[in-house]
């Protein structure tokens, strides 16, 4: 049975730095593109990073870009989103999600084979 289960959300101010992990069971994350997707409140899912197989191609959506990265570590098949410079607008339930090879941020999340449950982030003052 495959598991996707994010952990690290909370609630933090305006200019906070925020970490999130995401432990991958049941499938191996070297063969998939891995990585986030959140869903503020009213607004569709949309993608914010991924990192894809053995070759690292990491890719962001304008809103990441220059403040959050991505990571993954093989050995414990974990992928990771440290995010800084946090603004009111990252407030969203942030999932991580694992596809095909070949997705992108901008791929429709229909795409993707796995969820996790998500986990929420509340940047507020």
């Known amino acids: 049975q495959v598991q996707l289960v994010e952990s690290g959300g909370g609630l933090v101010q305006p200019g906070a730095s925020l970490g999130l992990s995401c432990s991958a069971s049941?499938?191996?994350?070297?063969?998939?593109?891995v990585g986030w997707f959140r869903q503020a409140p009213g607004k569709e899912r949309e993608g914010v990073a991924l990192?894809?197989?053995?070759?690292?191609?990491?890719n962001y959506a304008d809103s990441a870009k220059g403040r959050f990265t991505i990571s993954r570590d093989t050995a414990k098949n974990t992928v990771y989103l440290q995010m800084n410079s946090l603004t009111p607008q990252d407030t969203a339930v942030y999932y991580c999600?694992?596809?095909?090879?070949?997705?992108?941020?901008?791929?429709?999340?229909?795409?993707?084979?796995?969820w996790g449950q998500g986990t929420r982030v509340t940047v507020s003052s």
């Open positions: 999600t694992a596809g095909p090879r070949g997705v992108e941020v901008t791929t429709p999340d229909y795409e993707f084979d796995y």
């Open positions: 049941g499938l191996n994350l070297d063969n998939y593109a």
């Open positions: 990192i894809t197989g053995s070759d690292r191609y990491i």
